[in-house]
């Protein structure tokens, strides 16, 4: 591994004087709350930061980023922890929450979203206006972790990653400025912020474009996981032709035998088509006529999604829980690849994942350019995503050896390349660029932030 920045520890002089200019705002180790406040979403990384400051407004964000530069320490936003990665430790954490400014145009369909609005608060402002911004699975995440990341949005395939719906980015830049950055002010450093991740600055708001969601009809459809070889060659042959406002992905479902999971999901293993259309239900039912025909269904939640819930279709965990994950992304879904995912985690197996999925991509994602952001087009048709619960070290290692037959499994399938936003705790960012792109983000890292303030969760530049 190359080392192309370092990174000083923080003396406890230097934390005293951020503490005295943001007083009441900073906590470091042994304080009380450190616990609650310096881990993220992801319980299962044990994120060590030097200190966690609480932004009441944009003016502390630059006065952290001019304290940074004066004493050689990294800087990093985190407003949820949906990312969290152990590259963030020894930095200072900025939590975001504060900053919650929506503002809408309508006429120009322009949202501008502080760096503390989770997506589901977005969408309970756009939803009265049959808008939508291009939310991924979940209502949790901030819209400018996602966005900074690339996004992988239910809407992906109509209007492409959410990355290349941003128009403007407000951060505050190496030298503690506060600047507005389009792709005409900055055209390099605009074109690494749609996608590249958090290592140009930290951001406070960005204005994004909204796309029309007048109507959306989706849920999901569920199985026992024996039927998994006829629910998935359904899934593959209703994606293989559906419009681009279709989106199905396919899930396989194991829930732990606990209390709080209800009866009949309780200690079961299931499998199931999540869908979202934006459209009439009657023309959505008429393309998923081969799913819907399969017999043996447990469940059926499909109708009317109104936006602000467009969580529940995937209903995945809001609270924070110790997570494991691996993906990638396939050139196919075919009988061999079914056939060889099922052998390892279908009906039979004791695969210990909670979540394997597959998600239908191309449309908009496939039309991308370069020009857009780092991850350019995304040719590929599917990507497969696997997540296990690490409750304790034996199970990690089972989680671990499970992903690693998988990943076999597909080997075959597989580009080598996965989402930026699905990359695993301690993946290479490589993986989510092609050689190109990552030498340009790391030729914009080093002109705007040479001496390394701002430290993303999955920095471009190797550390040292
Ligand atoms: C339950 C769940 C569902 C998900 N579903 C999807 C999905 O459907 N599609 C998809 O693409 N991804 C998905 N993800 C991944 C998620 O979108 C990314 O991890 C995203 O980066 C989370 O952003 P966050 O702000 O919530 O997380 P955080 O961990 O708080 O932030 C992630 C990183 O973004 C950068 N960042 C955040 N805010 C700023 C800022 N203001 N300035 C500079 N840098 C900043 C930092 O580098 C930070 O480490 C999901 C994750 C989870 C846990």
């Known amino acids: 591994m190359t080392h192309d920045l370092t990174y000083p520890a923080v003396d406890n002089e230097a934390l005293d004087e951020l503490t005295a200019m943001l007083p009441g705002q900073v906590l470091v180790p042994g304080d009380p709350g450190w616990e609650e406040h310096s881990r993220g979403w ?8 030097r200190a966690v400051l609480t932004v009441g407004e944009t003016e502390d964000v630059v006065a952290a980023a001019r304290w940074a530069a004066r004493h050689g320490v990294a800087i990093s936003a985190q407003p949820v922890g949906h990312g969290a990665t152990t590259a963030l430790d020894d930095t200072v954490l900025l939590r975001t929450r ?37 939310v991924g699975s979940s209502p949790d995440p901030s819209v400018v972790g996602f966005c900074l990341g690339g996004g992988l949005s239910w809407f992906g395939r109509a209007y492409g990653l959410a990355a290349h719906s941003v128009v403007a980015v407000e951060l505050v830049d190496a030298a503690g400025e506060l600047r507005r950055v389009t792709a005409s002010s900055d055209p390099e450093l605009f074109w690494a912020l749609c996608g590249g991740g958090g290592d140009f600055g930290i951001v406070t708001a960005m204005e994004l ?26 899934f593959r042959a209703v994606s293989a032709t559906a419009p681009d406002a279709l989106t199905l992905w396919a899930q396989l479902f194991r829930f732990p035998a606990l209390d709080e999971i209800p009866e009949p999901l309780r200690g079961g293993a299931f499998v199931s088509i999540d869908v979202s259309y934006l459209g009439s239900a009657e023309e959505a039912l008429a393309l998923l006529e081969p799913c819907l025909e399969l017999p043996a269904r447990w469940l059926n939640t499909l109708g009317t999604v109104p936006l602000a819930e467009l969580g529940s279709i995937a209903a995945e965990p809001v609270d924070p ?37 597959v998600r239908h991509l191309g449309g908009a994602l496939a039309r991308a350019s370069a020009a857009e952001g780092p991850a350019g ?39 080598g390349r996965t989402m930026f936003t699905f990359l695993g705790a301690d993946d290479d960012p490589g993986r989510a660029f092609s050689p190109g792109a990552l030498a340009r983000l790391r030729e914009v890292k080093r002109r705007t932030d040479p001496d390394g303030v701002f430290r993303s969760n999955r920095p471009v530049l190797s550390r040292g």
């Open 377 to 415: 087009a995304v040719l590929e048709p599917y990507q497969f995503f696997c997540l296990g619960v690490p409750v304790a070290p034996e199970v990690e290692a089972a989680i671990q050896e499970c992903f690693a037959e998988v990943r076999t499994a597909l080997g075959g399938h597989t580009t």
């Open 321 to 357: 829980m110790p997570v494991s994950e691996t993906s990638g992304l396939l050139r196919d879904f075919d009988d061999v690849a079914i056939d060889r995912l099922l052998a390892v985690v279908g009906a039979g197996s004791t695969a210990p994942l909670a979540v394997v999925q």
């Open 98 to 134: 504060a900053l919650r400014e929506i503002t809408i145009d309508t006429e120009q369909r322009i949202a501008r979203v502080g760096a503390g609005v989770k997506w589901g608060e977005l969408l309970a402002v756009t939803s009265e206006l049959g808008l939508t911004g291009l």
């Open 42 to 49: 992801i319980l299962s990384v044990d994120q060590r930061p």
């Open 209 to 234: 474009r909204l796309h029309p969601a007048p109507h959306v009809f989706g849920g999901r459809l569920l199985w026992p996981i024996e039927m998994a070889r006829p629910v998935l060659k359904a």
